[in-house]
């Protein structure tokens, strides 16, 4: 079995990172065919660091996104129920009849 070489200067630190980013985007097919498409872009390093930064904040943008919408709607979600609660005891007034009774 080959032995794998750790280029000078990487870090154990460095190589789990690497290893959690790499498994982290294999569940997205589209991500992991990005990260294969600028390991294998012929430029220098500094551009596909360029670029995988660039990757990596789409990503976090898609994230952030998503859950800005889930807690929009959560929210409305909840003004709903209150307003129906108030509308409720409203009547419940209206018509005469304790809420607690």
Not at 19 to 44: E, K, Q
Not at 67 to 80: L, M, Q, S, W, Y
Request: with cysteine; charged share 20%.
């Amino acid at each position: 079995m080959k032995q794998m070489r750790i280029p000078r200067g990487m870090t154990l630190p460095a190589l789990i990172g690497a290893a959690m980013l790499i498994g982290a985007l294999a569940s997205a097919p589209w991500a992991t065919l990005m990260v294969i498409g600028i390991v294998y872009l012929p430029v220098d390093r500094w551009v596909r660091g360029f670029l995988a930064m660039g990757l990596l904040f789409t990503i976090n943008a898609c994230f952030t996104l998503a859950k800005t919408v889930r807690d929009n709607h959560e929210a409305g979600k909840f003004i709903n129920r209150l307003t129906g609660a108030k509308a409720e005891k409203l009547l419940q007034e209206f018509e005469g009849r304790s809420p607690l009774a």
